[in-house]
């Protein structure tokens, strides 16, 4: 009498399985791609964020190093432009940013309006992304700075 063998022994995949797994697979792999340009746009705003920060604090910290009868000087000798790494740059073909310097009132409620006059100074810093080769603003960020006599 023959033994017959019932149980089959399957050497790889059935198509349907293969099928199965690669829809798998690029469903998981679309949605990876997908997020990506979420996350690109994302940190280059943070670098654009942070470039713009990086400006005002680089301005801000020559206005406090200035006397305080010349810090007008600021306001009137700008703009000025920075490269994509927030270096100062004298031409605006190559900026990527610019920064505008303005004095703002420092009058406040309640407040005799000559004591912050005579012992401080506010100032607004707007740095603006520029499009390339133009002087024409992609966005904006204001800093405000106040600035003691000193």
Same mark, same amino acid.
């Given at each position: ?35 990506? $340009? ?48 927030? !270096? ?28 912050? #006059?005579?012992?401080? $100074?506010?100032?607004?810093? #707007?740095?603006?992304?520029? !499009? ?19």
């Amino acid at each position: 009498m023959k033994v017959l063998h019932t149980l089959h022994h399957r050497a790889a995949f059935s198509l349907v399985e293969v099928t199965m797994a690669i829809g798998i697979v690029s469903f998981a792999i679309l949605s990876v791609l997908g997020t990506m $340009s979420v996350g690109l746009s994302t940190v280059r705003d943070a670098k654009k964020e942070t470039t713009s920060a990086q400006i005002a604090s680089q301005i801000g910290s020559g206005m406090s190093q200035t006397p305080f009868t010349n810090l007008a000087a600021f306001a009137t000798n700008g703009p000025y432009f920075f490269d994509d790494s927030g !270096r100062q740059i004298d031409s605006v073909q190559t900026a990527a940013f610019s920064a505008k310097v303005e004095s703002v009132s420092t009058a406040y409620p309640g407040a005799p309006s000559d004591v912050l #006059t005579t012992s401080a $100074s506010k100032w607004r810093i #707007t740095v603006s992304s520029l !499009r390339p080769g133009t002087t024409n603003a992609i966005s904006s960020s204001r800093f405000s700075l106040l600035v003691p006599k000193s």
